[in-house]
């Protein structure tokens, strides 16, 4: 069934210890629709500017992306920048250019607005709101947020809360969008304020989630060779709608196959810049992962 | 069949951001013991001063635990002091008083030397290897270490190595012992280096083991109210060695379920100071929140 993804399109550049790209494809919604790409054909909502090139788009639609969705202003598309300590844990965004991001205005086409699958990716929780009202078909809404949000628009935020069904989020935003240090905790506080579910990513520590009397945890797929971490919850997040989106269901072994289905898909991302890694991987490579992530969480 | 824990016997002062213990009983082979009294009758060896409770020894001789290898010698038992942050990722060591365990020769009873499996708690490598050699009948050993011995004692803490069969260290320990800061490359470092296992803990994380063509990873059993981490590892390692004792196996399923087994009986320790909430576990305790881990990490 569809999956709609409201999101950026960015140039990203990106240093690590090892090597750096210089304005490479990326933004939220990208590295999602390319993640969800092997399973299903995602529907993507965004805006770039004049000095998009053609032939990203043409690349992601030729990998199944519909991407009638996305808007050209004029002005420069958003583009980021950032820079990795040596242990992959610390970034420092070395800059953030929204250009025509900054007025993005999310227009859901009406051939979208049956979606029963959608993804808010990061965007002020206003904007998400504004894209998810207009889907009058969804089903099953799941958004992502940042920590910059849960400072400056955290009733934005909590309203959207109120119309999702599920939060992705990462250990220290749980933290700082309930004040607990304990994630578990933190998790169910996250269900009060509204979704039936949330996931909690801990990076290499894996993830979990919790809602509707389902808890499922498991850890990351163990790489050994992380290149650019740049996107890796994003293409959680695509692997996981995407396997919700193709089984056409949330029951909770769906929910299970699901997050192991984004754990495998992030740990492609992180092997390469962009999607210099992911991009390449098709549903063997996938489904092999998969099943070694399944015997090592296994008992 | 039987186990033996080679360890210390102490008294530890501990105090945390909620409340505080003076001269509770501790120790790692305590520890070990008393988690691994739920599935066997452990052997222990260790020595005590001449302040060490008889009723504390009598507990432990209740619990199965045969105390004959605990000698008593003149002059103190260890002590030690530990303050945990908020976090409790942080400890402070406030004091070490070695005492009687400072020339602590383990001595192996005869009656014990022919004890399949053996568990060498954290102590100087040397120490350590000095008692393994007199367990004639092992055979299936596994050690702890800790960062002061990689950093004092590297040459010996290598030569152990080569003795046991498998080595439970925790991530700091891991890429201090190896220099390589990806946990999984760490691992298998760890085992070129001589056990044909690893066991490798990352707290409120989980923890994985590495080894024979085995990988099994799981999270932390989800404790939402920590009272006292103090020998949360210890009582990982004998629920561990425990399972495997009981078992007398240790093929891949029943690592696989030595794995729960430790992380259930580790969950109990932390949620309460010294033995006071793991001392009153029994096995049924433990099989619940064991089916609850299995039912969380089963896909």
Known sequence: ????????????????????????????????????????????????????????????????????????AEGKTFAWGGRYEPDWNTRHTTFTDLNVFEHFDPKVPESFTDSPFVFLANAHPAIQLK?????????????DTMNLWIDIARD???????????????????????????????????????????????????AFLLGEGLHFALPAFPVTEVVDPTGAGDSFAGGFMGAIAQ??????????????????????????????????RGADDLQARYEQLRSICTV
């Open 1 to 72: 069934m569809s999956l709609l993804v409201i999101g950026t399109l960015a140039y990203d550049t990106v240093e690590t210890a090892h090597a750096s790209r210089d304005r490479a494809l990326g933004g939220s919604a990208v590295y999602f629709a390319v993640a969800a790409a092997t399973s299903c054909q995602p529907r993507l909502v965004g805006v770039v500017g004049d000095d998009f090139q053609q032939e990203h788009l043409d690349d992601l639609t030729s990998r199944g992306v519909d991407c009638s969705g996305v808007e050209r």
């Open 247 to 280: 089984a056409d269901s949330i029951d909770h072994d769906v929910l299970k196959r699901a997050m192991l289905h984004g754990t495998v898909t992030a740990s492609f991302c992180v092997q390469g810049f962009s999607i210099e890694d992911l991009g390449q």
């Open 131 to 143: 894209g998810l009202k207009q889907v009058t078909g969804k089903r099953f809404a799941v958004a």
């Open 156 to 206: 934005e935020l909590v309203e959207l809360l109120g119309h999702v069904d599920g939060l992705i989020l990462n250990d220290e935003e749980a933290r700082m969008l309930t004040g607990l240090d304990n994630l578990h905790l933190a998790a169910e506080k996250v269900l009060e304020m509204g979704p039936r579910y949330v996931i909690l990513k801990k990076g290499e520590h894996g």
